[in-house]
């Protein structure tokens, strides 16, 4: 029961880094931009919400306000990455939304302050399955999360808007050349990415508490998911945020005696990993290798 | 007069590790994120070996050997994988160097550091280290001006603009590139040991977000492979938590607001200079 | 006399005492032709940011009297820089890593050590066979869990089967918090910074329905009725270790004016907020007696015994001052003092 827990555990864990993996790989399908402002984004949006209730705003209207801003979000980081995106700059295009994610992160914190909030501040309920529980919201994560990936790979693979959105990952010019609009296909998939961070964030701050950095870690761990994944591969993507992240925590928390490993070594366990798949799959765990093209 | 000095020294570390990042970052399209880590880990590794009773010289010998080692950690992954993947992948690196000093405690001392650190016979006051540091600086940036004007110098400013040219020109990039992160490995270790003799303090927070954040803030503001623009840029980055200061903010938000000035300055120089950034096409 | 103050609610909740109690100070300063002066610097609870505040106020504001660092960090940051100079004295209201004792003759803390509070936790909690400690990975958390280790190791009757820490500012505790489930504890010690993270740890144990059979003990970041409002049920029972509680009217109807004109001071707690106070009191009128000397103040708190809202202060050859420790145990979701 004990390993049951901690994988329970683990799974909401890796769930929240899936649900940033997803949109990373797609927005970097489309644009070949890793986009690390998509944490800030989610920490952003999750702020809105807990602006709306604790201004005693009704529900409804407090996650309007986080839609709008995390779509808000979404058009700004827009503005800034199309233009490198346009000129296939992805180097550039990563330093800026890095530094995006910064800002807001900063700004966040210059507005709410540093100390985190909670925007359920009672004990979370629980679902309980005789000796294993899982929180409500630490749930529906899961729930939400593996529906929402599952969708996002059908989308991608089965209906005619994935086939859009791979033709313009696949060669973009020649997207254009069919009337297909790569930018607005650009937009519209960085607003759902940043509707999907958006929904992280929240899931994350309801199911332990809301801090400016909240979404840093966690996008950190989606991009190792993607590189480790496979940048072209959204089923590498998945699995890997499940490796990444439930290895690491399943090692903690199963460690004990001489190999008791507390969770301040989680970093360094990640970073182990990373290393120890790059080295052996460097394009990605079901990527096949490709000749390099100039 | 410890106040001006201070500034002054921090300004010369900065430079160095800016010599590093503008090698890397700026000229070679390397995008090694960790030189952090290699800031930390030069003060370290040099602290921990006197902590144990180690003599300079030896110590000085196992902080290059350990810088070496990871450095070499890094060239693997540059020579790996793709430049947006060493980004990430020597970012994190940061992040778990942190965890193993802040865990290591029976070595590192962990979250309460190491006080008291001494400085060498010859770097007693603060006057003493400003300017051995002003004279490192000028020494290395001599260097830097000189190999740019070589064939290597050249080909590193190639490898930017088109890798396959500079290979096709009989010079391997992979070997020009691993010998850039290795030079710019060194330069931030010893950056780093010249800010913990200056402080005279050790802790995890030697190295982290704020000395990233400045490493690339200057690599993409050193754009051009000039030494005054790398001084510029060095110098920009160094004065700006200083003019904050000038202002009445309350001291709880200088830190954040610090960050949020270097992102939007960032943010700034990479879309007015993305023309100069960006490599040209020869059609 | 300027400040070196920590970022986050440390910082923010001394700013808000400082400024209240200034005005009372220079009000009785008034009178004698004098009028004192606050500059703050923020040390980010680093040490390298510390030093270089220090560096600031010293040699650019010409500040001799430093009251602070908050965070440990940052007070043994700066201490090696007041050691063998007479020219600066550094005073903290809130450092309390025992490293600080012995370190600089030019620095103190009006803070109980940790030492005191981690050898009572350890003697309370040597009672139970099988305890565990989860610790936030920060100065003021290993500095105290140091203690307690070594403390234990004087009771070979009590193991220690879960040894826990999180990183700094890290909110989901759940999977090692299941692992010191497995090891089941007698006594469990919590042993987070104050705030959101202590909240949350608790928060989380709460959720853990199917384990009750265990003590908690744990220090002033579980003091706050806020804090302990978040798990009532779990909290009931918990022996906190703290300085003792403070009773003077005077210090209680002070509290509650810089509460009513500047806001909570909560995290800040009872002690903190007095020993705050009674840094800015002491050193004023030092200075005021004595004129802006360091060593000449310096030598008068080694060697005077002072009366202050913590009680009585006297360092004699040490840089922490004589204070016992008082133990509470939680009843009703209220601290209440014991015998």
Known sequence: MFFWQILLNSLVIGTQVLLLAVPLYLVYSVSKIYHLGLGATAAATAYALYFGLTNDWPLGLSIGLAVIVALAVAGISYWLLEPFARQKN?????????????????????????????????????????????????????????????????????????????????????????????????????????????????????????????????????????????????KGTVMAAYIVSLVPELLVGLSSGFWDMSANWKMLLVFIIATILLIWRPNGLLTKAQRAVD | MGYFFTTLARFFEGAIVSVGAHLTISLGGIFLFGLPTMYALGAYAFVVCQKFGLGSGLSFLITLGLVLLVSLVFILAYWKLSNESLAIFTLISVLAFDAVVKSWDSVTGGVLGIAGVARPSALQTLGQLVFWEGALIVIILTLEYFFLKTKFGRALLGMRENIPLVQSLGISSKKLGAAMILVASILAALAGLLTVWRIQFLDPSIAGMVVLIQVVTVGILAVKPKVSWLIGAALFVTLVPEILRLFDLPSTMVG???????????????????????????? | MPRLMAKKYYGQEIQKVTDYYLSEINQRAAALGKKFEVIYEDGKCTGNDSVSAFHKLVDVDGIKFILGGSCSSETLGIA???????????????????????????????????????????????????????????????GIKKVWEDALKQYPGAQVVANEIFPKGASDFRVILEKVKKAQPEAIFLNPNPGVTAQNLIKQLAE??????????????????????????????????????????GFLSLKQQIEATKGTVADLGDYYTASTMDVMNVVTSLITELGENPQAVRDALATRTFQGYIGSIHFGNNNFPDIAAAVYKVINGKPELQP
């Not at chain 2, 879309?271 to 100069?276: F, I, T």
């Not at chain 3, 009725?225 to 009773?247: F, H, N, Q, R, S």
């Open chain 1, 90 to 234: 992805s180097l550039y295009g990563l330093l800026t939304s890095f530094a995006l994610g910064l800002g807001l992160e900063a700004l966040l914190a210059i507005m709410f302050g540093t100390d985190g909030k909670f925007l359920i501040r009672q004990v979370l309920p629980t679902f309980q399955w005789g000796d294993l529980y899982i929180t409500q919201p630490g749930a529906w994560t899961i729930i939400v999360g593996v529906a929402l990936t599952v969708l996002a790979v059908a989308l991608v693979q089965k209906t005619p808007w994935g086939r859009t959105l791979r033709s313009v990952a696949e060669n973009s010019f020649v997207a254009s050349s069919l009337r297909i609009n790569s930018s607005l296909v650009r937009l519209v998939v960085l607003m759902g990415a940043s509707l999907l961070a958006g929904f992280v964030g929240i899931m994350t701050s309801l199911n332990t508490a809301l801090t400016p950095q909240i979404g840093f870690n966690l996008v950190l761990m989606a991009f190792v998911a993607l590189l480790v994944g496979g940048v072209s591969s959204l």
């Open chain 2, 256 to 283: 954040n607001l610090r960050v949020l000035l270097y992102a939007v300055i960032l943010i700034v120089a990479l879309r007015s200079l993305k023309g100069w950034l960006a490599p040209k096409r020869f059609v």
């Open chain 3, 80 to 142: 090696p820089l007041t050691k063998d100079s007479n020219k600066v004295l550094v005073i903290s209201a809130l450092s309390s890593n025992p490293v600080i004792n012995g370190l600089s003759p030019f620095t103190y803390s009006f803070s109980y050590s940790d030492d005191t509070s981690g050898k009572i936790i350890a003697k309370q909690m040597s009672a139970y066979k099988k305890v565990a400690i989860i610790s936030e990975q920060n100065d003021f958390n290993i």
């Open chain 3, 208 to 249: 853990i329905k199917d384990w009750t059979n265990y003590k908690l003990y744990s220090h002033y970041s579980y003091l706050a009725e806020d804090t302990l409002k978040v798990a009532p049920t779990v909290v009931e029972g918990m022996i906190i270790i703290d300085a003792p509680k403070l009773t003077d009217p």
